[in-house]
């Protein structure tokens, strides 16, 4: 039997196409002042839905210099920063750009593979 939604029924996203890391790379200092550059440090994990890349996002990120291999979304308003790198299914990607969706309550973030 076919269900049908009824008008203004909530629908659930589900955020279940796997799990992102985020990592923070920050220098620091040995006990001698010698500064170690980019120790990774893991700041969040976090389930995620994949979601594909608009031709707009395509089109600004090259005009930019930049390249967009896939957007995923995350549930609510995290504070993602840019200078953040993240996993996921072993590989490595930096964040492009972050963006918040209000109406799906949802983090939308750009990644590009390094």
């Known amino acids: 039997m076919v269900k049908f939604l ?10 279940n196409d796997g799990l992102i890391k985020f990592y923070s790379k920050e220098d620091s ?18 389930w995620y839905r994949r979601m ?3 031709s707009q996002d ?5 005009s930019l210099g930049k390249d967009i291999d896939f957007k995923v979304a995350i549930r609510g ?7 953040w790198s993240a996993e996921t299914s072993n590989k490595a ?22």
């Open 58 to 62: 395509i089109f600004e990120a090259r």
């Open 29 to 46: 200092e040995d006990e001698y002042g010698t500064p170690i550059p980019g120790i990774k440090t893991a700041v969040l994990k976090i």
């Open 6 to 15: 009824v008008k203004n029924e909530l629908v659930e996203q589900v955020y």
């Open 93 to 114: 990607y930096e964040i492009y750009m972050k963006d918040y969706n209000p109406k799906n309550s949802e983090t939308i973030i750009s990644l590009k593979e390094v």
């Open 52 to 54: 594909s890349a608009r």
């Open 77 to 83: 308003n995290v504070e993602i920063d840019t200078k």
